[in-house]
Each structure stands twice: as structure tokens, then as C-alpha cells.
């Protein structure tokens, strides 16, 4: 009689961490609804320590800039072990920094479509270049502010993309109707009471004319659009102008 194997079920999306702070993960990725999608075997985590990959028995990981400046760099030989142990799978090799190109909910929709990501967070002053090249990284920032490391910022990429896989939120939050899914901003929201701090909710909310509300709701998105986010609005202007000349 043959043995009995057991296959892995196959988990469809993975994510992939290198980082010198293993232990800040799962962290927020192992809460709410994006920790349950884990449970349920909707995604999977592996976190590599980079360290693990030091050459020396002190485990040193870095070294000084060449040229002189500021701070220490990450190793090139270390990086490029620690990204070679993981299997590629088709995924997309993205190393978080502010120099990268802006993530945007396109990308994220792109990524959450693959098979999953493998992500490096830089800490120090940052990775040998010769690495970015050699392993054709993907550079990407999660905005125009410079955090730490890129531990907190893989953790939003991530939530980003896990929250758009199939199972992962019920009907009642559908992710179709929010921000940036057709380029405008959020309405207000409310609930009761109808009246607090003597703000009353908009009268329209209150009346059942869901016509009355669903227009509110886009003159609402349009004003807050056009108030705090110009360029979106102006994106969101040529998109419409396109579609009244077809
Ligand atoms: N690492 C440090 N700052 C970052 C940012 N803004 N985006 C991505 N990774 C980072």
C-alpha cells in the first residue's frame, strides 16, 4: 500500500517579508478581518529575518556608505541571500522607500490580482543599489513622509491588497463604492443621534428619497474632491469629459 501524502492546500496569495524586525510581524496584519482571512487560509504571511543571512557570527548586516555621508547601508551579498531564499512564484519583488514611485489603488487592485508580493523593508539609510538593480526591485513609497523603516509601511501595502481578495469582506462593507474606486473622496458620514452638540444630520439623509440621497452623496464627493484633492478632481473631470464626447 502507497503511504498516504498529504498535499498543502494551497493558499492562493502570499506575502512575503524580509526584514530585521521579525518580530513586528504579523502585527496589525494579524488582527480584525485581514487576521480571520489569514486563519481562513485566504492568504498567507511568511516574515525572513535578514539577519539570519549575515555573514559573521556578530551578525552584522550593514556597513558605511561609500563616498562617506550619513548613517550605515545594507550589505548587498546579505540583502540579495536573505531575497534569494524565498521562491519567486510569479510575485512582484517591492522594496518600500520614499524614494519609490507613490502606491496607488491601480497598483494595489494589480497586486491583490497576482499570486502575491515579496516585500523588503529597508531600514538604515538604505540598500546598495547594485541590489535594486540586480534583483530588478520594485521601488514604492506610501507618501511623501519618511518613516523609520519600511516595516509599518509594508504592513499598509499589504492590508491594502488582502482587503480587496475574494472572502475577505462581507457584502456590508463591499470595497466597490468606497474612495478611489471611482476617483472621488468619501462622503460624510452619520448615525444617530439625529441631533448632537447641536449638529443636526443633513435633512436630506433623513427624508427616504434614495434618488435625493444618491445625488447628495456625488454632490457631496465632488465639493470635498475639488476642496482638498485638485488633481484627483481635475482626473476625474477629464475622465467624464472623455465619456461625453464618445
Ligand atoms: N520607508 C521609510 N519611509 C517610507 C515611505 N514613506 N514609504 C515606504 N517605505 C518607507
Same mark, same amino acid.
Given at each position: 500500500e502507497p503511504p498516504m501524502t498529504r498535499t498543502q492546500p494551497h493558499i492562493p496569495w502570499t506575502a512575503a517579508t524580509l526584514t530585521?524586525? /521579525? %518580530? !513586528?510581524? /504579523? =502585527?496589525?496584519?494579524?488582527?480584525s478581518i485581514i487576521g480571520t482571512a489569514e486563519k481562513n487560509r485566504i492568504w498567507g504571511l511568511e516574515t525572513v529575518d535578514? *539577519? #539570519?543571512?549575515?555573514?559573521?557570527k556578530h551578525r552584522n548586516v550593514d556597513d558605511t556608505p561609500a563616498g562617506g555621508g550619513p548613517g550605515m547601508v545594507l550589505k548587498p551579498n546579505i540583502a540579495a541571500a536573505a531575497i534569494d531564499? @524565498? !521562491? *519567486?512564484? =510569479?510575485r512582484p519583488l517591492i522594496y518600500l522607500t520614499p524614494r519609490g514611485a507613490p502606491l496607488t489603488q491601480k497598483r494595489v487592485r494589480e497586486l491583490a490580482t497576482g499570486s502575491g508580493v515579496i516585500v523588503f523593508c529597508g531600514r538604515f539609510e538604505?540598500? #546598495?543599489q547594485r541590489v535594486i538593480e540586480g534583483r530588478q526591485m520594485e521601488e514604492v513609497s506610501i507618501g511623501d513622509f519618511v518613516l523609520a523603516g519600511g516595516e509599518v509601511a509594508a504592513q499598509a501595502m499589504i492590508e491594502a491588497c488582502v482587503r480587496l481578495? /475574494?472572502? @475577505?469582506?462581507g457584502g456590508a462593507e463591499s470595497?466597490?463604492?468606497?474612495?478611489?474606486? %471611482? =476617483?472621488l473622496l468619501e462622503y460624510p458620514l452619520y448615525t444617530r443621534p439625529r441631533e448632537w452638540e447641536g449638529r443636526s444630520i443633513p435633512e436630506v439623509l433623513l427624508s427616504g428619497d434614495h434618488k435625493r440621497i444618491a445625488q447628495w452623496q456625488l454632490d457631496e464627493k465632488i465639493e470635498i474632491t475639488k476642496r482638498r484633492r485638485p488633481d484627483l478632481y481635475e482626473a476625474y473631470r477629464a475622465k467624464g469629459d472623455s465619456h461625453e464626447r464618445d
Open positions: 530585521l524586525f /521579525p %518580530d !513586528a510581524f /504579523p =502585527g496589525m496584519l494579524g488582527t535578514i *539577519r #539570519d543571512f549575515s555573514a559573521n531564499s @524565498v !521562491a *519567486r512564484n =510569479g538604505g540598500l #546598495d481578495l /475574494p472572502g @475577505v469582506l470595497a466597490s463604492e468606497e474612495s478611489f474606486e %471611482d =476617483g
